[in-house]
């Protein structure tokens, strides 16, 4: 078989492939079902290849343990350094870091040089400025704060289209220290130059703030006998997992001022026998509730969800970590995947309960796979708010008791504050105590 036919045996194959409040108190919103939304939008062109090879490209940040930053980037260069020089003062550049260079190859498609590089100490709620390999454009970023009050931007299933760019623009207008994202970045799905435009897209917000992301199914791209998942993921999107003694890309964990946020992984085995399992357990014994009363937890299946796209995919995953996640006593549940937005009231075991984490799906952020626009009916009792809208959402963690949600959705360019809800931590409620009979049997057993 000659390469044209290859070829087109490739692409054929990959189109086919293709007092305190309560727990929590609502400030503004009710349903948004009834919402008119905007016609769908294209997918952008975007270019992905600097003015000279040795310039730097695509290039994000990432929390790497405490008081330090990782810094990653693409180089077409397969001779440019991996390092980085940075300082408080623009141009003025007082420290340096090397570090690691990888590539990757898949089916017809070579990938530049990918580029981690870690820096730090860095001191908190401080702007640095920061050049990578050598030369090229000065970029800066701010590090997040030491304590309260901290804010994360979160969006998940965000993709390359017209919407995509209309939420990133949104999150550009707010104030937030860390951008959180469960799962499904780039939609590449087999086509490997859809990571670079997607690297291009997000690059002047993921430069300048650290994205924490976990991967969802559009990150797999696996072919049965011939490539292995998450290969690409893994290459350009390196999360903390060894500095939180996790062996796998796909789970972690990591803290901002006084949070714990926990990424899990939908799609690595998560049973009882697992290594996900067993990390998992040992990171929520060794919490301390005093230092991190927050504890926050995303990926990428929701695990209840009211709308009829993807409904029970979560229900295996569900079974085996919920009782550990209740038992610790987890504050805020965040998934994407369903291409909605939904919040849902403290939950656990099917049912409401005041100790259980509050759910949030928030799978909208812009894909070209368009909005799950079908719900259930009559709505759960444990769903409060719901609508098939792009947008994006807000937390603002202000202090060790008290936070507030807000979702802002795509009005055209427009975005609008549509759901808003104050919410206590569990730690303020006396749902978190050692002595707690589930937490010893869970969390303290060998």
């Not at 108190?25 to 769908?40: M, N």
């Not at 704060?145 to 289209?161: I, N, R, W, Y």
Request: contains cysteine; hydrophobic residues 35%; proline residues 6%.
């Amino acid at each position: 078989m000659g390469l044209r036919a290859t070829r087109a045996t490739i692409l054929l194959f990959l189109f086919f492939l293709s007092s305190p409040l309560p727990s929590s108190t609502v400030i503004a919103g009710g349903s948004g079902e009834d919402y008119v939304r905007p016609l769908p939008r294209k997918t952008l062109s975007l270019p992905s290849r600097p003015k000279r090879s040795s310039d730097p490209q695509q290039v994000h940040i990432s929390l790497a343990g405490t008081q330090h930053m990782r810094i990653t980037w693409v180089s077409d260069d397969e001779f440019s350094r991996s390092i980085v020089e940075y300082g408080t003062s623009p141009g003025e550049y007082t420290s340096s870091s090397q570090g690691e260079s990888a590539f990757y190859k898949y089916l017809l498609y070579s990938s530049g040089k990918i580029n981690h590089v870690v820096i730090g100490p860095l001191e908190s709620s401080t702007t640095y400025f920061y050049r990578c390999g050598g030369q090229g454009p000065e970029f800066q970023f701010m590090t997040p704060p030491s304590e309260f009050p901290v804010t994360f931007s979160v969006v998940g299933d965000l993709g390359q289209t017209g919407w995509t760019k209309s939420t990133l623009d949104h999150i550009s207008q707010c104030k937030y220290d860390v951008h959180l994202l469960p799962g499904d970045l780039s939609y590449a799905d087999y086509q490997q130059h859809l990571w670079d435009s997607f690297g291009a897209l997000v690059q002047p917000l993921a430069s300048s703030r650290p994205w924490m992301v976990t991967e969802g199914n559009h990150e797999k791209e696996s072919i049965v006998f011939f490539k292995s998942g998450f290969q690409a993921y893994n290459a350009r999107w390196k999360m903390p997992y060894e500095e939180c003694g996790s062996t796998s890309n796909l789970y972690y964990s990591f803290e901002v001022a006084g949070v714990h946020i926990i990424m899990l992984g939908s799609y690595s085995d998560y049973d009882e026998n697992s290594d996900q399992y067993a990390w998992l357990k040992t990171d929520l014994a060794r919490l301390d509730r005093e230092r991190t009363p927050w504890l926050l937890v995303l990926l990428h299946v929701p695990w209840y969800n009211s709308n009829w796209a993807h409904q029970g995919e979560g229900k295996s995953m569900m079974a085996a970590m919920e009782p550990l996640l209740y038992a610790a006593g987890v504050d805020i549940f965040i998934a994407g995947h369903v291409h909605a937005y939904e919040r849902m009231d403290r939950v656990y075991n099917g049912g409401l309960d005041p100790c259980g984490p509050l759910h949030i799906t928030i799978g909208d952020g812009g894909n070209r796979e368009g909005l799950a626009h079908r719900f259930n009916h009559p709505k759960p009792e444990w769903s409060v708010y719901r609508e098939a809208s792009f947008g994006h959402g807000e937390l603002k963690i202000v202090n060790s008791t008290h936070a507030i949600w807000s979702w802002h959705r795509n009005d055209d360019d427009e975005s609008v504050k549509s759901d808003e809800v104050w919410i206590n931590s569990l730690a303020s409620t006396g749902c978190i105590h050692e002595n707690r009979p589930e937490y010893r049997k869970i969390l303290m057993s060998p």
